[in-house]
């Protein structure tokens, strides 16, 4: 080999190297050890039979896949991405971002049960996240014991999330915490639509929708979702995404003129943008 | 061999260069001109003291549609600048956005950072601001708005108001919830029961919060309605018995039983695969039970010219349901033991890119090596 293909040899190589550096980290979604922000994006959507028609599971597949690429977009974090999430993968995910990660961000999509419905007395108060096995991810247990006061942004895209919480009460019965609000953030101080505090959670009142449901013209709810975090993603506050979501979806100005108002709710400081 | 070599430093190169596309945000020339509207908008219709502040342009990206289909399968497609300016004095910290798109401003978004806005003048009521920033506005786009103005001189400003003079439709509305007092003013091109093209103005706590404007975006198309609502309904129910759904499996959802009394019809004229707005009816049928997929309803988009369904789509939910009158077992698996394994999750799909990236590594030592010998 002469030396002109050597130095090729070498260019190549150098290439390759450089474009591995470039892409692991990206294909395998982060976990950088020296991020201060940790970001995750859960969808344990195909639980069981029959609970999600294939189009629902098709495009919450695409939305979820474009939300991490919008947090990986902003290119300094990683993002977690844990599709068909299991009660594992979220204790594992959540205790990653509690020990390593100063701020933490997280979206997840899918369905929300009663882990002890069926007990006597049957309880109500409890929520859980059902995961892709079909088994409770517990507010109190899985998710209270895994998260912290660091949980700076999260959005929890299943049944009835913003319920279950009062302002200046901690939601306690005898099975532990309740509500996802407060095991989601470990703060009893967050005022709905609120201006102050470093915490912000955003869930459903009621029954969330289902990403194919439509929401106004040629939008539907994965529009919703993939906005909100278009906004985030672009610097915009909580409440500027969303008034931006309104207009963009609903062609409402704001978003307490629009359709999302009093039912997908924010519990905490609307000003915050990510971290 | 060389040639061999060659080829595989090409793959690797393509493979490895589209996977770390990820590493970087992706971004599409902005459009100056859109800058250009933005500080127009600013200088000439922004009821702030420019003389205060130092106005910076903060974020500018383009937005060229969602990557994710609209409801009838075809791709939104447009070009939507969003800009961010910060608007910084000593007394407050402004953030003003603007959506862009061909060319105009279509929204604008004042958000007060820090501090109280600096007004340009002192306005002596909500009438005085909302007028004046329509005879400026009306001056920066060049748009004749004297009937708008007009309208508001037979209105209670404080009130909710709904008026409509010739074809078009003033709506006030107050807003007061969580210590927030809004005022948004729509006048809307209404004809035949469905509104079309707006101009939007929202104030809060007295001040302008909002203003939104797809006038210059979009056009009005053929505006006949030879449909009723009741026609509408008539052919949601007839379309229902051959419309299907599929479930993972291959197993096809079909036969829904109508609670026909909740069913109700709405008229729409949003853009729908176009920029051009025509007005359809909006079905919703609320089924007898959950069907599976957890769909609890069905919505059917019919054009109000024709009567044709162009859209037919399920309403789902995202709560597993319980029956608490019942001795059976919860929808929802046997709880497993929580406890967690110590090694790091990966999924299919982490493992699938993971198993590239180690491919990938494999091929590029093995050519060194092959090199290297053939050197020797």
Not at chain 2, 117 to 132: G, H, N, R, W
Not at chain 2, 206 to 215: E, I, K, P
Request: proline fraction near 4%; glycine fraction near 6%; hydrophobic fraction near 35%.
């Amino acid at each position: 080999m002469n030396h002109k293909t050597t130095i090729k040899t070498t260019i190549f190589c150098a290439l390759l190297l450089n474009l591995l550096v470039l892409s692991t980290p990206q294909l395998i979604s982060g976990n950088i050890a020296s991020a201060t922000v940790g970001q995750a994006v859960f969808w344990p959507n195909n639980f069981q039979d029959g609970t999600d028609a294939d189009g629902e599971l098709e495009l919450t597949h695409d939305t979820c896949m474009y939300i991490m690429y919008l947090l990986i977009g902003r290119g300094q974090y990683g993002c977690y991405y844990s599709p068909n999430s299991t009660i594992t993968s979220y204790c594992n995910i959540l205790s990653a971002l509690n020990n390593y990660y100063e701020d933490n961000v997280v979206f997840s999509k899918g369905h929300r049960g009663y882990p002890y419905w069926n007990a006597t007395p049957p309880n109500w108060n409890h929520l859980s996240l059902i995961d892709h096995d079909g088994n409770n991810v517990k507010d109190h247990s899985h998710i209270y014991s895994r998260t912290s006061s660091e949980n700076n942004v999260t959005f929890i895209w299943h049944c009835e999330t913003a319920e279950k919480y009062q302002t200046n009460t901690t939601p306690q019965d005898g099975y532990g915490y309740y509500g996802m609000p407060y095991c989601w953030t470990h703060n009893s101080g967050l005022v709905c639509y609120g201006g102050s505090g470093t915490q912000v959670f955003l869930g459903w009142v009621n029954d969330s929708p289902q990403f194919l449901d439509e929401a106004e013209g040629m939008y539907n709810y994965a529009h919703v979702a993939y906005y909100f975090w278009y906004y985030m993603c672009n610097g915009d506050s909580v409440e500027d995404a969303l008034d931006n979501v309104s207009y963009t979806i609903f062609g409402d100005e704001t978003y307490l003129e629009s359709p999302l108002r009093d039912w997908l709710v924010v519990w905490g400081n609307k000003n915050l943008e990510l971290p | 061999m060389k040639k061999l070599l060659t080829k595989i430093y090409v793959t690797l190169s393509i493979v490895l260069f589209v996977t770390s596309l990820g590493a970087f945000p992706v971004t599409y020339a902005a459009n100056p001109d859109a800058e250009t509207q933005a500080m127009a908008f600013i200088e000439n219709v922004l009821p702030v003291d420019l003389s205060k502040y130092n106005v910076t342009l903060d974020h500018h990206s383009v937005d060229e549609g969602p990557p994710i289909a609209g409801i009838t399968g075809q791709p939104i497609n447009r070009v939507r600048d969003n800009l961010r300016y910060i608007l910084d004095s000593e007394e407050s910290t402004l953030h003003v956005s603007f959506s862009v798109q061909n060319n105009v401003v279509m929204y604008c978004h004042v958000t007060e950072k820090n501090g109280s806005v600096i007004s340009d003048k002192k306005y002596i009521s909500l009438l005085d601001a909302v007028t004046t920033l329509l005879e400026k506005y009306q001056n920066y786009t060049k748009r004749d708005s004297t009937n708008l103005i007009a309208m508001l001189d037979a209105v209670d400003v404080t009130q909710n108001v709904t008026t409509t003079v010739g074809n078009t439709k003033l709506t006030i509305s107050q807003i007061n919830v969580y210590g927030i007092e809004q005022t948004s003013f729509d006048w809307a091109y209404t004809e035949n029961g469905a509104d079309y093209t707006s101009l939007q103005i929202t104030y809060r706590n007295g001040n302008l919060y909002a203003l939104g404007d797809d006038r210059g975006v979009y056009t009005i198309g053929d505006t006949s309605i030879n449909v009723s609502k009741e026609q509408a309904i008539d052919i949601a129910m007839n379309y229902i018995p051959n419309y299907s759904y599929k479930m993972p499996n291959d197993v096809t959802v079909s036969g829904f039983n109508i609670t026909e009394d909740r069913t109700t019809a709405a008229l729409f004229a949003s853009p729908i695969d176009s920029t051009e707005l025509r007005p359809y009816w909006s079905v919703q049928l609320y089924l007898n039970h959950t069907y599976p997929g957890s769909v609890k309803g069905l919505t059917l988009y019919i054009w109000a010219k024709s009567g044709e369904v162009f859209y037919c789509g399920t309403r789902a939910t995202g709560g597993a349901e319980y029956d608490d009158s019942s001795d059976g077992e919860p929808m929802t698996s046997p709880e497993v033991d929580s406890s967690l394994s110590t090694s790091n999750p990966l999924s299919p799909d982490m493992l699938f890119v993971i198993g590239i990236t180690v491919v990938a590594i494999g091929l590029a030592t093995a050519s060194v090596v092959i090199l290297k010998k053939r050197k020797k």
